[in-house]
């Protein structure tokens, strides 16, 4: 893989939603290295799930271009845009795996996208990937929970599941939206190292949401701040300051509450 | 610091031993190993049962010939007598009424004695549940077929089955909503030295309330479609209509009254939801839960509507301080209007059909009589006719249930509001579905009767398509109800639709399509049991002639078998149940 060039390149990329009464992203211009890790942090609902999402195109944008892997997202529908999907892994702060499949099942899902055709069942997929599946769980140290119901697994060893899931669709770049926010502070280093950890094995681009700022400086190359939609902070990690990514956080409205990603309208309502 | 740098100890696998090597299948505990006996079965019973009830696609072939003969007799419609079609109907609705009325008078008690929480000693609330087990498994034509011959025909017959089977669904949802309350208010209020009664009067009623009402109402759209067909045995109601232009061939006039039929049961089906929702609050998805949980679907919520914006219009209402009485906000008086209203139907019911309440309630002792007679003395009844009415019974509701479902399944993906490929694929289907089950299943039995002949054929036929109707919007409701998040990540991984709705949405809807499906077995089994009274093959037809000759022993013979069967299947889909969920 060459470690030169962008694998995300964003242009005046502005999102409404309710008919504009929400703007949840503004004029945002943002190159993403290929290889590197980046963070991006900000306060609940200053945009970076919305941010997330265009990059594999489960939002777009209202005005402004986006760009992944070289391919104008807006453009892709149909074949493209799974070819597209397929190469970007997603990790989201709820996991969501399917609960009532086994974690092997789940993580066979991530290599829907390689395969042609519905699957039902962990015996609908090829025995090779069967194999490759049970590794992944392995590499992420629940090879002995293959056929157990993964909602009956913790909170971390979920998203450890979602994991070993986006690996096994040998994605390109890997997005990860607050992937550690469900979780305590021990398990969320532990998930946090894992994630990093064959992200680099593998090579992959990262780009993660997170609140951890210690991890985000101990991990991040490149941190990326957002506020109210906009790109407030876009600098190397080295050589960051505790105060300058705390600058970020700092409340304007000390109100704020923590949304639910897939109730934003009544969680806005409400406040 | 860089990545590296990071500490690797040495990893030992986590796989376990026996998993390193071979084909990694899923492992099968005993449990599995029953169900997929069961399915053999089954899959052997689909197979037996369509050639028991002569399916086949030369059959089907015929009988769409058939059924477009029937058509061109058919056609123009015809609305000869429509003052006495509307006459009718409204006969019809006030039977449906008046019915509902006396299933909710009988089933309050009997919920109160059968729910755990409020019954006064258990040696009550056993026979009162098996009462109410024994109204649900009796179909309601089979109550029509007998009360006719007990008491007469005309309406009073048709109210008197419509209320009786009715008790079956009300008094168990009844008991279901008291078992559900919240214990805190009734507790304080026998800690203040009220009696059991008053504090039920106090601190259950005003809780159970507006699931009572949500179901009484739900039950009265259900008995619409019911009373239109019993006229066809003498029961009153626009089904007399439907059997004299049947029999008299008069096929024209007939599709009028089918035509006036399904315009009645969608205006009702409507006017009910629209006062549900008037009455339960704004919520969107009550109509939905509750009819989850009429389906047994899912445990209830508790249906209190909106409790906030009650009691804000409450605290800015005014009301006179000296008397003290309750200020007439919008919810108090939509209560006011609807009891009014109900009770102003009810009289209006009593009086249009020329029926009084003393006669309705004489009946009863007459019913009594009439159950008493039923009980067979001895096993003389028991027929290889008899047994060969259950087998085909039983055969026609199996292979319904079966050709219905795999309709239903595919299709319920495309009514499913955030499943369907276009909004319009959603509302054409909705649409459909709505339209398909305006047509009660026994309506479309004789009209497939009237086309191609008696027997076993007509009555899979009308079984399969109602069956689509309910199940595919059942199933459209629980795939709704899945949750976007793990569907997200599916659709992220790069998967097709196709791909997305079996691995991102089935999984998530199988406890739902499995109540759903189970459900669907049981009241197939019950419908099937009717159908032969149409001419639509099964036991119906045994029945229908019993009756005929007031063999009251071989009734009473045939209702333990069809209560037997229908028993037996509903706790063999119980157990299934709690295998797969
Ligand atoms: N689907 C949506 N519909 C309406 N508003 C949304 C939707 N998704 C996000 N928003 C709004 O966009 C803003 C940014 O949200 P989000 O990207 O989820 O923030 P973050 O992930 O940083 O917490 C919020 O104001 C949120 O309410
Ligand atoms: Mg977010």
């Excluded at chain 1, 090829?126 to 992944?136: D, I, N, T, W």
């Excluded at chain 2, 549940?129 to 009360?147: K, N, Q, T």
């Excluded at chain 2, 002949?453 to 009555?459: A, E, M, N, V």
Aim: aromatic content about 8%; overall charge positive.
């Amino acid at each position: 893989m060459q470690l030169s060039g962008d694998v995300v390149r964003l242009r005046g990329v502005r999102k409404e939603f309710d008919q504009g009464r929400v703007v949840a992203l503004d004029s945002v211009d943002l190159d993403i290295h290929a290889g590197e890790l980046t963070v991006l942090i900000g306060l609940s609902g200053s945009g970076k799930s919305t941010l997330l999402r265009h990059l594999n195109k489960l939002h777009v944008p209202t005005t402004g271009t986006v760009e992944v892997l070289g391919q104008p997202v807006a453009d892709l529908s149909g074949a493209n845009l799974r070819a597209l999907r397929r190469d970007v892994g997603f990790i989201f702060q709820q996991f969501n795996i399917v609960g009532r499949l086994s974690c092997l099942e789940n993580v066979l899902s991530g290599a829907l996208g390689r395969l042609r055709g519905p699957r039902y069942g962990v015996l609908s997929y090829p025995k090779s990937m069967r194999r490759e599946a049970l590794e992944l769980l392995d590499r992420v140290g629940l090879g002995d929970r293959a056929f157990q119901r993964s909602d009956t697994l913790s909170g971390g060893q979920q998203q450890r599941v979602a994991i070993a899931r986006t690996v096994m669709q040998k994605p390109k770049l890997v997005l990860a939206d607050e992937p550690v926010a469900s979780l305590d502070p021990e398990i969320s280093g532990q998930v946090m190292d894992l994630l990093f950890r064959i992200c680099t094995e593998e090579n992959l681009s990262v780009i993660c949401s997170l609140h951890q700022v210690d991890l985000a400086l101990g991990w991040a190359k490149r941190l990326v701040g957002l506020r109210d939609g906009q790109v407030v902070l876009d600098k190397p990690a080295e050589g960051l300051s505790t105060e300058d990514v705390m600058a970020v956080y700092k409340r304007l409205d000390p109100t704020g509450t923590k949304q639910n990603e897939y109730e934003p309208a009544m969680a806005a309502r409400g406040s | 610091m860089t990545l590296t740098e990071k500490p690797q100890g040495p990893r030992t696998s986590t796989i376990p031993p026996e998993m390193r090597s071979g084909s990694l299948r899923p492992p099968l505990p005993w449990r599995r190993k029953v169900l997929l006996v069961i399915a053999a079965v089954y899959a052997v019973a689909v197979v037996w049962a369509i050639g028991r009830t002569g399916l086949s696609i030369t059959a089907l072939f015929e009988g769409y010939g058939d059924f477009r003969r029937l058509l061109d007799r058919m056609l123009p419609i015809e609305f000869r007598n429509l003052s006495q079609i509307i006459r009718l109907a409204f006969e019809t609705f006030f039977m449906a009424f008046i019915g509902t009325a006396v299933a909710v008078v009988i089933s309050v008690p009997l919920a109160f004695f059968a729910a755990r929480n409020t019954t006064p000693s258990v040696f009550l609330s056993g026979p009162a549940r098996g009462f109410i087990v024994a109204m649900r498994a009796i179909p309601d034509l089979i109550f029509a077929l007998i009360f006719v011959r007990a008491i007469g025909i005309g309406v009073l017959a048709g109210i008197l089955a419509i209320g009786l089977s009715a008790i079956g669904m009300v008094a168990k949802l009844y008991a279901d909503a008291i078992e559900q309350i919240d214990e805190g208010p009734r507790e304080a209020i026998l800690a203040t030295g009220a009696s059991q009664v008053r504090a039920i009067l106090t601190g259950v009623i005003p809780q159970v309330l507006p699931s009572f009402i949500g179901i009484a109402l739900f039950r009265l759209d259900i008995n619409f479609r019911t009373s239109t067909i019993l006229g066809y045995v003498g029961a009153g109601g626009i089904g007399t209509l439907l059997q004299l232009y049947l029999s008299g061939l008069q096929y024209r006039k007939a599709l009028g009254v089918v035509a006036v039929i399904v315009v009645l049961v969608l205006a009702v089906e409507f006017i009910s939801a629209a006062i549900r929702k008037g009455i339960l609050g704004a919520d969107p998805h009550s109509h939905k839960r509750l009819s989850h949980r009429i389906a047994g679907l899912f445990p209830g919520g508790k249906g209190r509507g909106n409790v906030a914006a009650q009691a804000e219009a409450a605290s800015r209402a005014s009301f006179n301080r000296e008397t003290l009485r309750p200020p007439w906000t919008r919810d108090r008086r939509r209560m006011a209007i609807f009891g009014w209203g109900s009770l102003a139907v009810l009289v209006y019911a009593f009086w249009s059909t020329r029926l009084s309440p003393v006669r309705l309630f004489t009946s009863f002792g007459e019913i009594f009589v009439v159950a008493t007679r039923l009980v067979p003395r001895d096993l003389s009844w028991l027929s290889s006719v008899v047994v060969r009415g259950m087998v085909e019974t039983f055969a026609i509701a199996i292979a319904a249930t079966t050709i219905g479902l795999l309709i239903s399944f595919p299709l319920a993906f495309l009514c499913a509001r955030n499943v369907a490929p276009a909004r319009w694929v959603y509302y054409f289907g909705r649409s459909l579905l709505v339209m398909n089950r305006a047509l009660p299943d026994l309506i479309i039995a004789v009209l497939f009767v009237s086309a191609v002949g008696l027997g076993p054929f007509p009555g899979v036929m009308a079984l399969s398509i109602g069956t689509v109707g309910f199940a595919t919007k059942l199933l459209a409701d629980s795939i709704e109800e899945v949750s976007q998040g793990p569907r997200d990540a599916v659709t992220a991984a790069g998967t097709t639709r196709l791909q997305e709705a079996f691995t991102g949405v089935s999984p998530q809807a199988m406890p739902a399509f499995v109540s759903t499906a189970l459900y669907i077995v049981d009241i197939n089994i019950r419908s099937s049991t009717i159908l032969g009274i149409v001419g639509a093959g099964g036991i119906g037809f045994s029945l229908i002639q019993a009756t005929r000759t007031l063999n009251w022993e071989l009734v009473g013979g045939i209702l333990i078998l069809v209560f037997a069967m229908v028993y037996s299947i509903e706790r063999l889909s119980g157990w299934v149940r709690k295998q797969l969920l």
